[in-house]
């Protein structure tokens, strides 16, 4: 049976500072990250670093056809094609998911991730490097899955296109030799980047402390575009704010500037904690890394998103902008 948020739950119930406590990790003396996004020059310089653990986050989600087409699938083919020297797929469609939960993506147990973090080489000392070839949310889904762990991770900005068009070096082919693990990889469980249904529903109903911001493009926010999950729309009272509008045309974040007046226009009075959500829980991700980038530190992640929530008919969705009257446009 599906338990991974109640294992984070758990964790957060027994509390982080006393987590960190009882666990014991090399100190960081020396960080080679500084912040959540590194340029691919900065990335063509530190490759060799034995610290660093590069990482190709991606994995393929069509377009829907009709609503209810859910099609995913694995970026390891694409990967092995042509990727960063050194670096190794990190399946989000397999061992980096639940298997077990209602919903796909889902973040397995601190401890199940730890263990699949280990055998991409990731260790503790370790910092990482996640990049892909979709758009950067799936860089910044698995940069946010470590995070929730206390590994120091940052995305590479603009993925694998900039790197590319960079002129850096390409490696080819599924030989990426024995990973070497000299020590365990510790998780050190952060449970309050991540928000469970009942919290969302309460934060959605008034009755505990929140905004609701759904990262969604503004077609699946009110429900014009067609959906992978089982109802248009978005949860009542959440606010729009779409992932895509915080990249420029090459895939990069926008200037932190932009960013701030792009994010303020819609976060200017957002009541604390900000939840992001979306359809599954990845271009949310991206969202929460402008967010961090911006150094917002109350924000955390729906897990399950409109997959899970769409999919209980006791649920409401709303449809449109209008964030009034609850009742018009609900769907249940």
Do not use: K, N
Not at 9 to 17: D, E, I, K
Not at 163 to 177: M, Q
Not at 183 to 195: E, K, M
Request: a negative charge; one cysteine or more.
């Amino acid at each position: 049976m599906w338990d991974t948020l109640a294992q984070w739950a758990r964790y957060r119930s027994s509390g982080a500072a006393s987590i960190r406590r009882r666990v014991s990790i090399p100190a960081m003396t020396d960080a080679l990250l500084s912040g959540p996004l590194v340029d691919d020059a900065w990335l063509a310089a530190h490759l060799d670093d034995p610290r660093l653990v590069v990482l190709d986050a991606t994995a393929l989600l069509p377009s829907p056809r009709h609503d209810g087409d859910h099609r995913s699938g694995s970026g390891h083919a694409q990967w092995a094609e042509r990727h960063i020297p050194g670096s190794r797929h990190a399946d989000l469609t397999g061992d980096l998911s639940d298997h077990e939960a209602p919903y796909h993506f889902a973040v397995p147990s601190p401890r199940a991730l730890a263990d699949a973090l280990q055998r991409l080489g990731v260790r503790d000392g370790s910092e990482v490097v996640a990049y892909d070839s979709g758009g950067g949310i799936w860089a910044a889904r698995l940069w946010w899955m470590l995070r929730s762990i206390s590994v120091p991770a940052a995305v590479l900005d603009g993925g694998w296109a900039v790197w590319e068009e960079g002129g850096h070096p390409v490696a080819h082919g599924d030989e990426t030799g024995a990973v070497r693990v000299s020590r365990p990889l510790t998780p050190v469980p952060r449970p309050d980047v991540w928000t469970g249904i009942d919290e969302v529903a309460a934060i959605s109903r008034g009755e505990r402390p929140g905004t609701l911001v759904c990262a969604l493009p503004p077609g699946g926010f009110d429900g014009s575009a067609a959906t992978r999950y089982s109802r248009r729309g978005h949860i009542p009272g959440s606010l729009s704010l779409p992932g895509r509008g915080l990249l420029d045309a090459t895939g990069r974040l926008l200037p932190r500037s932009e960013l701030a007046r792009r994010t303020g226009a819609v976060l200017q009075d957002a009541e604390s904690p900000v939840v992001l959500y979306c359809g599954g829980g990845i271009s949310a991700a991206g969202t929460a890394l402008a967010l961090t980038l911006l150094g917002r530190e109350d924000i955390s992640l729906y897990d399950g998103s409109l997959e899970e929530w769409s999919g209980d008919l006791s649920r409401p969705i709303r449809l449109g902008h209008q964030l009034g009257d609850q009742r018009l446009g609900d769907q249940r």
